[in-house]
């Protein structure tokens, strides 16, 4: 089991930044490709950023591409999410997501996800 625990999400203003967290436990964290994806009220869980194994690949969703930055810190076993020139179609739940091995790219590749932390853009 992969024990996962999103934090940094809050309502900020259009064109502000924040930085998301996700902490891991449970097993060897650079065996598992890192995910984010996000959630609006009345919408399905969309994409937004994949990591691989030891960060040498990243992946983004065109909405967020030049805007958003994944990174992971192996040896803190965590996963950020930098989020930057936000806007109010940003707002939404925030999930961190692990698999084993490969970087994928739909919610259904995924094994493990935590509790999801809220990002607010106001406008």
């Known amino acids: 089991q992969v024990q996962l625990v999103e934090s940094g999400g809050e309502l900020v203003q259009a064109g502000g930044s924040l930085r998301l967290s996700c902490a891991a436990s449970g097993r060897t964290f650079s065996d598992y490709a890192m995910g984010w994806f996000r959630q609006a009220p009345g919408k399905e869980r969309e994409f937004v950023a994949a990591?691989?194994?030891?960060?040498?690949?990243?992946y983004y969703a065109d909405s967020v591409k030049g805007r958003f930055s994944i990174s992971r810190d192996n040896a803190e076993n965590t996963v950020y999410l930098q989020m930057n020139s936000l806007k109010p179609e940003d707002t939404a739940v925030y999930y961190c997501a692990a698999v084993f091995g490969r970087v994928g790219f739909n919610s259904y590749d995924y094994d493990y996800w935590g509790q999801g932390t809220q990002v607010t853009v106001s406008s």
């Open positions: 990591i691989g194994l030891n960060g040498a690949g990243t």
